[in-house]
C-alpha cells in the first residue's frame, strides 16, 4: 500500500486547519473588539484594541492589514505542514523499526 495519498490528504488537511487557526482566531479577535467598541463605557477600550490589531497585521502585511492576515495564515500552515512531515516520517520510521 502506497503512502503517498495518506500524506498527501495528512498534508492538504493540516494546511487548511493550520491556516485557518490564526486566521479564525484574529477575526474573531477583531470582531469582539468591534462589538467591545460599541457599549458605551467600553468603547475607548475596544477602539484602541482595534487599533493595536490592526497596527500589528499592517506590520506583517507591509501596511495593509489583510495582506497581514493571510501572511500570519501562510506562515502556520508552512509550520503546519513541516510539523505534519516531520511526525509522517517519524512514524513511518518507527512502524519500520517494530516489525
Same mark, same amino acid.
Given at each position: 500500500? %502506497?503512502?503517498?495519498?495518506?500524506?498527501?490528504?495528512?498534508?492538504?488537511?493540516?494546511?487548511? *486547519?493550520?491556516?485557518?487557526?490564526?486566521?479564525?482566531?484574529? $477575526?474573531?479577535?477583531?470582531?469582539?473588539?468591534?462589538?467591545?467598541? @460599541?457599549?458605551? @463605557?467600553? &468603547?475607548?477600550?475596544? &477602539?484602541?484594541?482595534?487599533? #493595536?490589531?490592526? @497596527?500589528?497585521? #499592517?506590520?506583517? $502585511? %507591509?501596511?495593509?492589514?489583510?495582506?497581514?492576515?493571510?501572511?500570519? $495564515?501562510?506562515?502556520?500552515?508552512?509550520?503546519?505542514?513541516?510539523?505534519?512531515? !516531520?511526525? *509522517? !516520517?517519524? *512514524?513511518?520510521?518507527?512502524?519500520?523499526?517494530? @516489525?
Amino acid at each position: 500500500m %502506497s503512502t503517498l495519498p495518506n500524506l498527501l490528504r495528512s498534508l492538504l488537511l493540516t494546511s487548511i *486547519f493550520s491556516f485557518l487557526t490564526p486566521v479564525l482566531f484574529l $477575526g474573531l479577535l477583531l470582531i469582539g473588539l468591534l462589538g467591545v467598541s @460599541h457599549l458605551p @463605557h467600553f &468603547n475607548a477600550f475596544g &477602539n484602541s484594541g482595534l487599533e #493595536q490589531v490592526i @497596527h500589528f497585521l #499592517q506590520i506583517f $502585511g %507591509s501596511g495593509n492589514a489583510w495582506r497581514g492576515l493571510t501572511v500570519i $495564515g501562510l506562515v502556520g500552515s508552512l509550520a503546519g505542514v513541516l510539523f505534519d512531515t !516531520y511526525i *509522517f !516520517y517519524r *512514524f513511518q520510521n518507527w512502524r519500520s523499526h517494530r @516489525h
